[in-house]
């Protein structure tokens, strides 16, 4: 396995729409495998392949980290088929590091999606499994945690993510 690395705010794939997954072979197999390594040393708990700069409809979560008695696992072009409730919740990001903030998302979902090795499966879920999912979904439609917090609390963070961002956007260009 691999480390890969994490692109950061201001990288222009992470603000793009990834592209559906089709082939479910050894190459994506061990793209999940080294997402799953990558996020642990980044001590996160999930991993949507845009911030790894592959523009592709996966991400991983670590689920142990919610449950022990489960392990990492990968979702390959997955849907929200519907939501129920809302609350708030602090997140953060490995793409936005030192920036957390509320988010406000559905509670309950129900889900679709395709395993590693091609099977298509539908669940519901809830809680922080819920809440994650949708955080490493909204990579795969280009958006970031900090497009959905409090207009206020974004504007305190604005000087940070301006700076953030022009820092690691000279990493892509210079």
Same mark, same amino acid.
């Given at each position: ?23 479910? @072979? @050894? ?40 449950? &022990?008695?489960? &392990? ?24 936005? %590091? ?7 998302? %559905? ?16 669940? &519901? ?12 979904? @909204? ?19 604005? %000087? ?15």
């Amino acid at each position: 396995m691999a480390i890969i690395p994490i692109i950061k705010i201001g990288h222009p794939t992470l603000r793009k729409v990834a592209q559906p997954v089709s082939d479910f @072979d @050894d190459e994506l197999n061990s793209l999940a495998e080294n997402m799953i390594e990558t996020m642990r040393l980044g001590e996160g708990i999930g991993l949507a392949a845009p911030q790894v700069n592959i523009s592709k409809r996966m991400f991983v979560i670590d689920l142990k980290l919610i449950d &022990e008695n489960l &392990e990492a696992k990968a979702y390959i072009n997955p849907k929200i088929l519907s939501t129920e409730g809302s609350e708030s919740f602090e997140e953060g990001c490995l793409s936005i %590091p030192g920036i957390r903030a509320e988010v406000i998302r %559905p509670v309950k979902i129900e889900v679709q999606y395709q395993t590693i090795s091609g099977e298509q499966t539908t669940e &519901e879920l809830d809680g922080l499994t819920a809440r994650v999912f949708q955080h490493e979904f @909204d990579h795969l439609e280009g958006i970031l945690f900090i497009d959905k917090i409090a207009p206020l609390k974004k504007k305190l963070l604005e %000087p940070k993510l301006k700076e953030l961002e022009g820092v690691f956007a000279n990493q892509w260009t210079g």
